[in-house]
């Protein structure tokens, strides 16, 4: 988390895509894609949503009879 903070508030996009490729879980792309939203990088924060779909898709529940 501390890391993400200090990579959006050095405006460090490099380090933000690094973080968002070795991330494990959704929780740490979250703090991700929060703390580029706190420091207003439209362009990072566009990766890491795209970033998140690809790497944590939602499953579609289907129904049949």
Known sequence: ???A???AESQNSKALRYLADICTDT???EC???AANKQNQVEI???LM????QKFKVKRKSFEL
Do not use: N
Request: hydrophobic share 45%.
């Open 45 to 47: 924060l566009s990766y």
């Open 1 to 3: 988390q501390s890391c």
């Open 5 to 7: 903070l200090w990579a």
């Open 50 to 53: 795209d970033k998140k779909h």
């Open 32 to 34: 991700l894609i929060a």
């Open 27 to 29: 929780a740490d792309l």
